[in-house]
Antibody
Framework: QVQLQQSGTELVKPASSVKISCKAS????????MHWIRQQPGNGLEWIGW????????KYNQKFDGKATLTADKSSSTAYMQLSSLTSEDSAVYFC??????????WGQGVMVTVSS | DVVLTQTPVSLSVTLGDQASISCRSS???????????LEWYLQKPGQSPQLLIY???NRFSGVPDRFIGSGSGTDFTLKISRVEPEDLGVYYC?????????FGSGTKLEIK
């Protein structure tokens, strides 16, 4: 079955960067887009962008341009998101989600990123 | 950006009763190909969101037929008939018609 295994909790310092991962299994990694979504504490959901692992094409929500960078490693079926110039506003849970029919269908368990000195 | 307004913000329902959630969009969600990318998700406590309904009214794999999506254009509704304990959580509508993709602010379903 489709599984998306995300990396563990991160505690990072302001102004630093963090790279979180999402390892896919149970389907052909290169054939489906991968979405990334943010959920700030007590808040709703925001779409960050997607990557197509087959060719590396990406699309970002303008709000996250320059903040998030999406990449994918076909050899390990793993998608990555790097977040840069971190502030407390970036403290959130970040989800990856496999695309089916143009929408996030299967979601990873989420990664909590806490930005604190 | 497209704004999705969900009402009510919270809902308390007796087991076995029906629940209804509204999602209104600031723009029509009908795409140029005639398809409407309006979906519904449920986020149970401590879990990731799970897809319930896609394309306004299509139930995702494994979703019980108690969940019924309807609507068109800018007005959409999710009805849950015969609410069960495992239905509690926060429901989100979501649109993938316009860029950037956006979510509604959520409706919390509680069991009385």
């Amino acid at each position: 079955q489709v599984q998306l295994q995300q990396s563990g909790t991160e505690l990072v310092k302001p102004a630093s960067s963090v790279k979180i991962s999402c390892k896919a299994s149970g389907y052909t990694f290169t054939s489906n887009y991968m979405h990334w979504i943010r959920q700030q504490p007590g808040n709703g959901l925001e779409w960050i962008g997607w990557i197509y692992p087959g060719n590396g094409n990406t699309k970002y929500n303008q709000k996250f341009d320059g903040k998030a960078t999406l990449t994918a490693d076909k050899s390990s079926s793993t998608a990555y998101m790097q977040l840069s110039s971190l502030t407390s506003e970036d403290s959130a849970v970040y989800f990856c989600a496999r695309d089916v029919m143009g929408i996030p269908s299967h979601w990873g368990q989420g990664v909590m990123v806490t930005v604190s000195s | 950006d497209v704004v999705l307004t969900q009402t009510p913000v919270s809902l308390s329902v007796t087991l076995g009763d029906q629940a209804s959630i509204s999602c209104r969009s600031s723009q029509s969600l009908e795409y140029s190909d005639g398809y409407t990318y309006l979906e519904w998700y449920l986020q149970k406590p401590g879990q990731s969101p799970q897809l319930l309904i896609y394309g306004v009214s299509n139930r995702f794999s494994g979703v019980p037929d108690r969940f019924i999506g309807s609507g068109s254009g800018t007005d959409f509704t999710l009805k849950i008939s015969r609410v069960e304990p495992e239905d509690l959580g926060v429901y989100y509508c979501f649109q993938a018609t316009h860029d950037p993709l956006t979510f509604g602010s959520g409706t919390k379903l509680e069991i009385k």
